[in-house]
């Protein structure tokens, strides 16, 4: 079973600090998916990386895929209230779906 | 817009009772996912159609689950004797299989929100 863990659980900062979001596995992915996720509402697709070593960059959010493609992070650069939300990674292993992290709540406090 | 859309997006229903769900994805899309989540966590992957034929299930969908898609358009979810643990939020998603790019992208819909009392 793949299995994706994400750190922190759980964030609270305030409005223009910096921030790391951390998705961990022990599988190997083709693909790794970041979502942003609102009450009430579907997951958001932010990007996708493929390439070991990739990095993407979304205004103030950078991704990247670790080397050996079981791995990512998230960066915001100085977040803001609107960052607000659950940040959901998710790995594809090429059998057309996704395995899902647990999920980061990040609260930013103006 | 011509999003994903399920309806309802709220569900309440007493344990035993049978429920069904629809979801409408993006015109054309050609692959159609139902995932489940419950609070706290992310989505889990339950089943997932190319056109009409559903392709793959999960060890997650029981046989009091089923889901069709008989025209390759439209999707419906129905879960037979609910059960208190079935109160989940139910998610469609929707993908254009072998577009341009490695990674056939899933938009998902909003969600229905089921309470099994």
């Known amino acids: 079973t793949q299995l994706l863990e994400q750190s922190p659980q759980f964030l609270s900062i305030q409005e223009g600090e910096n921030l790391t979001v951390y998705c961990n596995s022990s599988?190997?992915?083709?693909?790794l998916q970041w979502y942003r996720q609102e009450p009430g509402e579907g997951p958001v697709l932010l990007v996708t990386v493929v390439t070991g070593g990739e990095v993407k960059k979304l205004k103030r959010l950078t991704f990247q895929f670790g080397d050996a493609r079981k791995d990512s992070s998230l960066h915001i650069t100085a977040a803001q209230p609107g960052d607000t939300g659950l940040y959901l990674c998710a790995g594809e292993t090429g059998a057309n779906n996704l395995f899902f992290g647990t999920g980061t709540r990040l609260t930013v406090i103006p | 817009d011509t999003g994903v859309s399920q309806d309802p997006r709220h569900k309440i229903t007493k344990r035993g009772q049978n429920v069904t769900f629809r979801c409408d994805p993006i015109s054309e899309h050609n692959r159609l996912y139902w995932y489940r989540q419950t609070l706290g966590q992310g989505p889990e992957f339950l089943t997932y159609f190319q056109n009409e034929a559903q392709l793959e299930k999960s060890r997650l969908l029981s046989d009091r689950f089923s889901a069709e898609r008989p025209k390759g358009s439209f999707s419906t979810l129905e879960i037979q004797r609910t059960e208190q643990g079935d109160s989940a939020m139910y998610l469609c998603?929707?993908?254009?299989?072998?577009?341009?790019?490695?990674?056939?992208?899933?938009?998902f819909g909003p969600g229905t929100r089921l309470l099994v009392l």
């Open positions: 998603a929707s993908s254009l299989a072998f577009s341009i790019g490695p990674v056939e992208t899933q938009y």
């Open positions: 599988s190997v992915f083709s693909s």
